[in-house]
């Protein structure tokens, strides 16, 4: 025992004088370290380099600013000519700021309009109201015509197809894809030939391409009624359903298209003379017959 705290006190002894040693030599002056530390130069260095960027920023007074602003100003003017020129040119061809006007519904207009297209034998006022020789928002006046109603009436049928081919075991992504392709083509066929009848008959009427997309849409209506009458009750419920809904989209195609179309003396309900006046009454009587035609070709084959 005593030999190891000798031991242990020995190299206690032989220890301390090398720590000593040790603390010492890091005590050395400046002449015992290998490398000069230029921590400090550098510091000066950088902050003289400041200094000096500092004194050239200041030779040239404002020499960014006005660059930076001139690019600003330049893009900012770059980017408002695209939007101007993309809004010109994109609503030569699709009227966003029209197509505003006929989504201005609520659901007041909706069922009102609904119940119009349905029973519109009761209904006596037809023309389409005006503030300031603009027409009012369809949510105004249920005579005015829309596309909100014609957009879901066709997304309607879609679904409705898609359930009846689903009844009769031939329901496929693709040939609802067909489906819906082809009412599309047909509306849009329908629409070209009214376009063009009008032009062949020359009609100044306000009509634009898109009331005509309306009323042309309005027919999906019916059909959805048919079919679903023919899905819940059997072909018989369809036919007579339909029947009603054709008869219901003639009568207010006749009654609508005839203040647009004949001339102010037919639609005050005055005697028709003319030649012209003759052609445009066919024109609309026309017009007015293709629905029916078109309700039950899309309809037949989904009700079995």
Known sequence: MDYTATQSGFRQRKLQPNIRARNSSMEVPDASQLFEDTSGAGQGSQTGYKAQTGDQAAGFPGFSD????????????????????????????????????????????????????????MHENWEVSYQQDIPVAPRFDVNAPDLYIPTMGFITYILVAGLALGTQNKFSPELLGVQASSAFVWLVMEVLAVLLSLYL????????????????????????????????????????????????????????????????????????????NQLRMYLTMAIAAAQPVFMYFLTFHLVR
Request: glycine residues 8%; hydrophobic residues 50%; proline residues 3%.
């Open 201 to 276: 008959v020359t009609v100044n009427t306000d009509l634009t391409t898109i009331d005509l997309l309306a009323f042309a849409g309005y027919k999906y209506v019916g059909m959805i009624v048919g079919v679903v009458s023919g899905l819940l009750f059997g072909r018989p419920a369809y036919y007579l359903s339909l029947l009603w809904c054709c008869a219901a989209i003639f009568v207010f195609m006749i009654r609508t298209l005839r203040l647009k179309l004949l001339s102010e003396a037919a639609a005050e309900g005055k005697l028709v003379r003319g030649t012209r």
């Open 66 to 121: 006005p660059m930076s602003n001139l690019a600003m100003a330049y893009g900012s003017s770059l980017a408002t000519q695209g939007k101007e020129l993309m809004d010109k040119n994109l609503d030569r061809f699709i009227p966003i700021s029209k197509l505003k006007y006929y989504f201005a519904v609520d659901t007041v207009y909706v069922g009102k309009k609904l119940g119009l297209l349905i029973f519109p034998y």
